[in-house]
C-alpha cells in the first residue's frame, strides 16, 4: 500500500465514514469520484478483513442485550447524586443519553430494559410474532377450476332429469 493509499484506508473507515470517494478526496486523489471506487475494489478483501474485526458476533450482541435489560442506574450515580464518570467510562453504552451542566441538576438515561429484553426473547425463540388476518378472499373463476378438477358436480342430476325427459 502506498503513503496514499493508507491516508485513503484510514479515512475510508474514519472521518469519510465508509465513503471510497470522501476518502479519496481526504487522501488528496485528483479525480476522487472514480478513483475512490477504484480502490475500494482494490482493497476489498482489506475493507471486508476490517469490517469483520469491528462487526460483533450474535454471541457479543447478546451479551450487550443482556447487560442492558441487567443495568442498574444506580452504578452511575454516586452519593449525593453526583455523576459516577468512571462507571460511564468503563460501560457507556449502556447509557443512552446523558445531560449534565456543571453546578446543576443532571440527568442520565439508560437504554429501555424492557426492549432489551423483548429482543432477547425474540433471539431465543420465546416470543413469537402472530399476524391475524380478517377480510374475505374472492376468487375469479373457482366454480370453473372446480369443475374441471372434480367433474361437474350437476351433471347426475341433469342426466337423470334429460332421462326422464325422453321416457315421457
Not at 29 to 57: C, L, T, W
Amino acid at each position: 500500500m502506498t503513503p496514499k493509499e493508507r491516508i485513503w484506508f484510514a479515512a475510508y473507515f474514519g472521518e469519510a465514514r465508509y465513503s471510497a470517494t470522501k476518502a479519496a478526496r481526504v487522501a488528496g486523489y485528483a479525480h476522487p469520484d472514480v478513483q475512490g471506487p477504484r480502490k475500494s475494489k482494490k482493497f476489498a478483501k482489506e475493507i471486508e478483513e476490517r469490517m469483520n474485526e469491528r462487526i460483533m458476533s450474535a454471541e457479543e450482541v447478546q451479551v450487550r442485550l443482556t447487560e442492558q435489560a441487567e443495568a442498574d442506574i444506580s452504578d452511575f450515580i454516586q452519593a449525593g447524586g453526583a455523576i459516577n464518570w468512571q462507571a460511564v467510562a468503563e460501560k457507556g453504552w449502556l447509557i443512552k443519553s446523558i445531560k449534565h451542566t456543571l453546578g446543576k441538576n443532571s440527568e442520565i438515561t439508560l437504554h429501555d430494559s424492557q426492549r432489551a429484553l423483548d429482543m432477547m426473547g425474540k433471539a431465543h425463540g420465546i416470543f413469537k410474532d402472530r399476524h391475524v388476518h380478517e377480510g374475505s378472499l374472492v376468487v375469479e373463476g373457482l366454480e370453473e377450476m372446480l369443475e374441471k378438477a372434480y367433474g361437474d358436480s350437476n351433471s347426475d342430476t341433469d342426466e337423470d332429469n334429460d332421462s326422464s325427459r325422453q321416457d315421457s
